[in-house]
């Protein structure tokens, strides 16, 4: 990649994000705007997917929520991601853990 | 409409102050030489001849080191000519244009030469629908039918055919400053800029301001 061009992206970098692997089960805390009001919103739940390409460094968290399975992406640099916690952490032999969403029940989060 | 020309690196991804994501196109440009004013009363329009870069001393032919020597003024590798609405007393040859007369959040035109596609069919050129693919058919990539039989008797002009695609002078309008760094020559452009990174591109203010 161009100098200049990294230079750009590593001005926007988060220097304090924890080492997020795939397995891990995280608390991603994002800023929400409602009402000119801002708040965080909690979103617990595994690591599936991640993409490590500089300022566009991703993870996809998935959890179960009341029976049904939900994912959501988040930006790790974005200013709305407050904060990334690793509560627990497993040994994964996937990079991506897609067939956990075949899963029903208990095993649905285990890794 | 005063311009400046510049370099386009390459394109990375921003985020806004409200967070969203916006795809940039990051260009250096300037600092910009006036190698040559034209005005009304000498040559019939108003214009600045602005040089970007310098070309390498080995690289120099006879006609341009002479040309540029009385001027005072380093070779440029590249020069272009941005006409102006009104004289131009304010500038001097010689005097160098930067990022200055850009500011953030403004909308500029980026005109380029894209990339050469080469000889491309009528659905890559011109979007045409083909035919289907399957169920028989024997007609797929081709752009039908050309036109009619006794009127006009030939084909109209400008009808669409294949043939070579891009390598030509495009202008992007509308593209919104998202940042400007002066001191290092660089600015952040919201979306993409035609031609391959490395290409010079000309950036001048939007001609038609859009409304915000």
């Given amino acids: ?111 | 409409m005063i311009g400046l020309i510049g370099k386009k690196i390459g394109m990375t991804t921003v985020f806004d102050h409200s967070g969203n994501t916006v795809a940039v196109t990051v260009v250096k440009s300037g600092p910009c030489v006036v190698t040559d004013i034209k005005t009304s009363g000498k040559n019939g329009y108003n214009s600045l001849q602005l040089g970007f870069e310098e070309k390498k001393k080995s690289r120099l032919i006879k006609p341009e080191k002479a040309k540029f020597e009385k001027l005072k003024i380093n070779v440029p590798m590249h020069i272009k000519e941005f006409r102006l609405n009104q004289g131009a007393d304010e500038f001097k040859i010689g005097q160098f244009l930067t990022l200055e007369i850009f500011e953030k959040d403004a909308f500029i035109d980026v005109q380029a030469v894209s990339k050469g596609k080469g000889f491309q069919g009528v659905m890559k050129k011109y979007g045409f629908k083909g035919g289907p693919d399957t169920h028989g058919s024997n007609f797929h990539r081709r752009l039908g039918s050309a036109g009619n039989n006794t009127f006009p008797g030939r084909i109209w002009k400008n009808k669409k055919m294949p043939g070579r695609m891009g390598n030509a002078v495009k202008t992007v309008q509308n593209l919104k400053i998202i940042e400007i760094d002066k001191q290092n020559n660089i600015i952040l452009l919201k979306g993409s800029v035609p031609g391959p990174t490395n290409g010079i591109v000309f950036l001048k203010k939007a001609a038609k301001q859009r409304l915000k």
């Fill in chain 1, 1 to 111: 990649m161009n100098n200049i061009i990294k230079q750009i992206e590593a001005s926007r970098l988060k220097g304090d994000l924890p080492g997020v692997k795939i397995g891990d089960t995280v608390d991603v805390k994002s800023k929400i705007i409602e009402g000119g009001k801002e708040r965080l919103q909690s979103f617990k739940g595994v690591v599936i997917g991640m993409k490590n390409t500089g300022v566009n460094k991703m993870v996809k968290v998935r959890k179960i929520s009341f029976g049904v399975g939900v994912e959501k992406t988040f930006l790790l640099h974005s200013p709305l991601v407050a904060s990334v916690a690793v509560m627990k952490s497993e040994k994964p032999r996937r990079a991506k853990l897609y067939y956990l969403r075949k899963r029903i029940g208990k095993s649905a989060l285990a890794v």
